[in-house]
């Protein structure tokens, strides 16, 4: 019997020549991530386990990308990235991103991805949820605790249950008004939010072919708002060309077996699906823009390693050029090289910087994880009462993205930015 | 690993979230200095919405305003529990508010895995709504060796999930232990 995808990269870093589902296996991990939310938990018990004195057991394995809590006056989140440097010296780190230095990057996921730490037929394991981003990649990526982080810090190996694969195939060209958002709301929303718990989600099709890379990261980034182990979708041409383009290591893809087994097959016809949303409070709550359509909202956000790529800005700059917005839309691009390319990229002789500032939205003063998950009271775009957020991000969940009677309805950014100029939540379709 | 724990019930429902068992501004504290840790156990389940909150009456806070630690020892939860972000602050701030074990129609992998690994309480899962059988503030006791809870407040006896392959890793007090009980890591 053949092997899906995931199965064989978890049997080729076991030593094995064959895994099936509910295999229990210890595999050799290719990279850890670690960020300043976690990374110091992480090295608490790195050194409480190994010793005062102990080495990470690859130096340039251990990748630290601080992220979260950056643009805050919070005394205990500076301490944190402290720690982290002193780690960095300490242990010889060699691929850290320090905040406030010309190394900064901003949020982990696509960090990893523009600094070529995210490659084909790889194991990567991060302490953050959103890990599963990677899977984009063609790679195995999920995200684990301190504990577990701070064990592969030590020994470079992690115990892991083999999932089953559930195959999500998207048919037909994907129409101008659908982004990967849409189409992983759509998932969620009709499998639930556990619905794919424990499992591999692997996305396939003409559609999947036809996304860029930083399209197929926000779908696989959402793998785990169904409960998925890890979102994973085959490396082609598109994939190769990126990854080589920014790490200089041979790539060794992997693919599934023709005669792989899969769960379970679910189709989608590309031609059928409607903008979507995610109504408050939780990532499976879909309703279809058209039966939401006039919603009153407060604010809009851009950002977040799921909704602030150059592709989630390109996208509302279509909507917001030459227009105004009618509420407080905060942008967060994800990372500095986000941040330039907005600035170096033109539509039609205009920056989408500067589409963004002339329509009134408020861009953060530099690129991090930001109100996406709350944060800090000081946090740029945080809510601290009852506002109704329409979002590029994530999640939904009471208190997300700071207050607890906020709400927080998730959408593409063509649906962010189609709603910032009504000032309600407004099908896209009426400005494409 | 003990063989009873028995103490009073938190009642939750599904999809309980971490960001809802420990709100992301908190999760700056050090975990090792011994007074800092404390706020986690503060701040517990702080972001249950108020009506979710110890059902079925809701409203019920599980610490008390300047406590660190809940008079609840034992959550009785619906299903997908832990979902969401993989921090495990979520597991270590139950833990640290004193909570021995959560009973749950299921997990979010991560949050169920961190609880397993860090050996913070004894996830258990069962087949029953128990949420539905429990209310916030009942006494109950559960028989680790027999994987079954008992209502001592109504009387009725429920069914849990025998703890299965993670057995060997609680017992020893998390990954670590185990592994080196093992030789996987001296």
């Given at each position: ?9 978890l049997a080729k870093?076991?030593?094995r020549g064959h895994?099936?589902p509910g ?6 991990v290719?990279l850890?991530?670690?960020h300043?939310?976690c990374?110091?938990g992480?090295i ?8 005062a004195?102990?080495r990470?057991w ?10 979260h ?6 005394a ?10 002193e780690f960095?010296?300490?242990q010889?780190?060699k691929y850290?991103y320090?905040a406030g230095?010309p190394?900064?990057?901003g949020v982990?996921?696509?960090?990893l991805?523009e600094?070529?730490?995210?490659r084909?037929g790889?194991v ?5 949820s959103?890990?599963?981003t ?6 195995f990526?999920t ?5 577990d982080?701070a064990f592969?810090m ?6 892991v249950?083999?999932p089953?694969t ?7 060209e994907v129409?101008?008004?659908?982004m990967a958002?849409?189409l992983?709301l759509h ?6 939010v556990?619905?794919?718990t424990?499992?591999?989600m ?6 999947i ?10 779908l696989?980034n ?14 082609d041409?598109k994939t ?8 200089k ?11 792989a087994r899969?769960?379970s097959?679910k ?6 699906l409607?903008?979507v949303?995610?109504k408050?409070h ?8 058209s039966?939401v359509k006039?919603t009153?909202?407060d604010?809009?956000?851009i ?12 996208a509302a700059?279509?909507?917001l050029?030459?227009?105004?917005v ?11 090289e ?14 989408i910087?500067?589409?963004l500032?002339n329509?009134?939205?408020k861009?953060a ?7 996406c998950?709350?944060g800090?009271?000081d ?8 506002e109704?957020c329409l979002?590029?991000?994530n ?7 700071g207050?607890?009677q ?5 959408a593409?950014?063509?649906t ?8 309600v939540?407004t099908?896209p379709r009426e400005?494409? | 690993?003990k063989d009873?724990?028995k103490?009073k019930?938190y009642v ?12 992301a501004q908190?999760?700056?504290?050090s975990?090792?200095d011994?007074?800092?840790?404390k706020?986690?156990?503060r701040?517990?389940?702080s972001?249950?919405?108020?009506g979710?909150?110890g059902l ?10 300047g406590e660190?630690?809940?008079?609840f020892n034992?959550?009785?939860?619906g299903?997908?529990?832990g ?6 602050h979520?597991p270590v701030?139950l ?5 021995e074990a ?5 997990y979010a992998r991560i949050f ?10 004894l996830p258990f899962e069962?087949?029953?709504?128990l949420?539905?059988?429990f ?6 006791e559960?028989?680790v ?7 001592l407040?109504?009387?009725?006896s429920?069914?849990l999930n ?5 057995e060997e890793?609680?017992?020893a ?6 592994a080196r009980k093992?030789g996987?890591v001296?």
């Amino acid at each position: 019997m053949g092997m899906t995808l995931t199965e064989k990269i978890l049997a080729k870093h076991a030593g094995r020549g064959h895994v099936s589902p509910g295999d229990n296996v210890w595999i050799d991990v290719d990279l850890l991530m670690t960020h300043d939310v976690c990374g110091p938990g992480t090295i608490e018990i790195f050194k409480k386990e190994f010793g005062a004195g102990a080495r990470v057991w690859d130096r340039e394995k251990v990748v630290i990308i601080p992220d979260h809590y950056i643009f805050t006056q919070d005394a205990y989140a500076k301490r944190n990235i402290d720690i982290l440097r002193e780690f960095v010296i300490e242990q010889g780190i060699k691929y850290f991103y320090d905040a406030g230095s010309p190394d900064y990057k901003g949020v982990c996921h696509v960090a990893l991805a523009e600094e070529g730490h995210t490659r084909p037929g790889e194991v990567l394991f991060g302490t953050d949820s959103h890990t599963c981003t990677a899977g984009a990649f063609g790679e195995f990526a999920t995200g684990i605790g301190n504990t577990d982080a701070a064990f592969i810090m030590g020994t470079g190996r992690l115990w892991v249950k083999v999932p089953p694969t559930m195959k999500f195939v998207f048919d037909g060209e994907v129409p101008p008004y659908l982004m990967a958002k849409d189409l992983i709301l759509h998932i969620i929303g009709d499998i639930g939010v556990d619905g794919a718990t424990y499992k591999a989600m692997e996305f396939a099709g003409d559609g999947i072919s036809m996304l860029s890379v930083e399209e197929r990261m926000t779908l696989c980034n959402m793998a785990i708002e169904a409960g998925g182990k890890n979102g994973i979708i085959a490396p082609d041409d598109k994939t190769i060309r990126f990854v080589s383009e920014r790490s200089k290591r041979k790539i060794e893809a992997v693919y599934g077996d023709n005669d792989a087994r899969y769960e379970s097959v679910k189709r989608y016809n590309l031609k059928g699906l409607e903008p979507v949303v995610a109504k408050p409070h939780s990532p499976d709550n879909k309703a279809v823009v058209s039966e939401v359509k006039g919603t009153r909202i407060d604010r809009c956000y851009i950002g977040s390693c799921t909704g602030g790529k150059v592709e989630d800005f390109r996208a509302a700059a279509k909507i917001l050029r030459g227009h105004s917005v009618k509420v407080d839309t905060f942008v967060v691009p994800a990372t500095t090289e986000v941040e330039k390319r907005l600035k170096e990229e033109l539509i039609d002789g205009e920056s989408i910087y500067s589409i963004l500032e002339n329509a009134g939205a408020k861009i953060a003063g530099g690129p991090s994880c930001a109100a996406c998950l709350g944060g800090p009271p000081d946090t740029f775009g945080r809510t601290d009462g009852n506002e109704v957020c329409l979002s590029t991000t994530n999640r939904n969940f009471p208190g997300r993205m700071g207050s607890k009677q906020s709400q927080v309805y998730l959408a593409s950014p063509l649906t962010v930015a189609a709603s910032a100029l009504r000032g309600v939540i407004t099908d896209p379709r009426e400005f494409l | 690993m003990k063989d009873i724990i028995k103490g009073k019930v938190y009642v939750l429902g599904n999809d309980i979230d971490t960001d809802q068992i420990i709100p992301a501004q908190h999760l700056v504290y050090s975990l090792s200095d011994p007074v800092e840790r404390k706020q986690y156990g503060r701040y517990a389940l702080s972001s249950v919405p108020d009506g979710h909150a110890g059902l079925p009456a809701g409203n019920i806070r599980f610490v008390e305003d300047g406590e660190y630690r809940s008079q609840f020892n034992i959550i009785i939860a619906g299903k997908n529990f832990g979902c969401g972000s993989s921090r495990e602050h979520a597991p270590v701030a139950l833990n640290i508010a004193g909570v021995e074990a959560v009973v749950a129609e299921s997990y979010a992998r991560i949050f169920y895995r961190n609880s397993v690994d860090g050996g913070f309480y004894l996830p258990f899962e069962t087949n029953e709504h128990l949420f539905k059988e429990f209310r916030t503030g009942d006494v109950a006791e559960i028989d680790v060796k027999k994987s079954a809870i008992m209502n001592l407040t109504t009387g009725k006896s429920y069914h849990l999930n025998p703890l299965g392959d993670v057995e060997e890793i609680l017992s020893a007090g998390g990954i670590f232990a185990y592994a080196r009980k093992s030789g996987i890591v001296r």
